[in-house]
């Protein structure tokens, strides 16, 4: 079980929050708005190498009524590194999720999980099912498209490091605005704020590098694990898909498969992005809300 939280003052609209793992890592989280009687927090988890900031805008707008968590897994985001790149895994990332709710207290949420954070929702399903009350899958389904994780791969933990923000913003847009051509100069300007971050004057990953060898032993011309009873765990909650309409993680027909099990999927396809939507969209933010809302009801 995890130690104590510490608190690190409220930064620019959220509170920071440390939760000593299990294993002595210091685990953070942005807790945004406060707790309110009768509405669910939501607690927003992030994909692979990406860390609590991806959720600011929407975490914003659903902290007017409600409290909204979101994680740093170990060795992203200021959450410490850990020494064996082995532990960033599932089950080890699910431990960590479950000793942050614990000591924050969260008994029941509704998980916004993009990418990784939608196979951890689906995996607390079989190691905590009070805990969630209600699922969006950004982006992330039972079934995961080889030739988008090995995109990712191909990029992980290899970019060189940017001199200025204008060169990360370069970057960035480089090897995604293919993907992305919706964005404006502000959303890739967001991005590039959460991918970096400001150390001793440099421009450094938001993300332990070594993250990339936890890809380097899947095999791609294999099909990869599936994930159907998990998903199928999630069937006494609401559930929402979102994808991106330029996804090569999650396809169309995973998609209608999921609405195939769950006629009462609620389904929103985001235009103009890829893998993952960014959820900061005036359209998604507003379906998101609404679906979290209809949690309280349920």
């Not at 007017?64 to 089950?91: C, I, M, T």
């Not at 942050?100 to 190691?127: H, K, Y």
């Not at 890739?188 to 004057?201: C, T």
């Amino acid at each position: 079980m995890s130690g104590a939280a510490g608190m690190e003052g409220v930064q620019g609209g959220f509170t920071s929050r440390f939760v000593t793992s299990s294993d002595g890592l210091k685990l953070h989280a942005r807790l945004y708005g406060q707790p309110v009687s009768g509405r669910l927090p939501v607690l927003c988890l992030p994909g692979l190498s990406r860390n609590a900031g991806d959720f600011d805008v929407v975490a914003r707008v659903l902290a007017a009524e409600r409290q909204v968590v979101a994680l740093d897994y170990r060795g992203r985001g200021l959450s410490d590194r850990d020494p064996n790149w082995q532990n960033y895994a599932l089950p080890v990332e699910l431990n960590d999720l479950l000793a942050v709710t614990t000591v924050l207290g969260l008994e029941r949420a509704v998980f916004l999980g993009t990418s990784r954070g939608g196979l951890l929702t689906m995996l607390t399903t079989a190691a905590r099912p009070t805990l969630i009350a209600g699922a969006i899958l950004n982006d992330i389904g039972p079934v995961i498209d080889g030739a988008g994780l090995a995109r990712i791969k191909s990029y992980l933990g290899r970019l060189p490091g940017p001199a200025n923000w204008d060169e990360a913003v370069t970057l960035l847009k480089t090897i995604s605005q293919s993907r992305f051509p919706a964005l404006t100069d502000e959303d890739w300007r967001r991005q590039a704020g959460s991918i970096w971050m400001e150390r001793d004057g440099r421009l450094d990953a938001a993300f332990d590098p070594a993250l990339a060898k936890t890809l380097e032993a899947v095999n791609f011309d294999q099909p990869l694990p599936t994930l159907w009873p998990q998903f199928d765990g999630l069937g006494a909650v609401p559930v929402m898909v979102i994808r991106g309409a330029n996804s090569d993680i999650l396809s169309e027909g995973t998609v209608a498969a999921m609405a195939a099990r769950r006629p009462d999927l609620d389904i929103l396809t985001v235009p103009g992005q890829g893998h993952a939507p960014l959820l900061n969209d005036a359209p998604s933010i507003a379906r998101i809300q609404a679906f979290v809302r209809r949690c309280d009801a349920a």
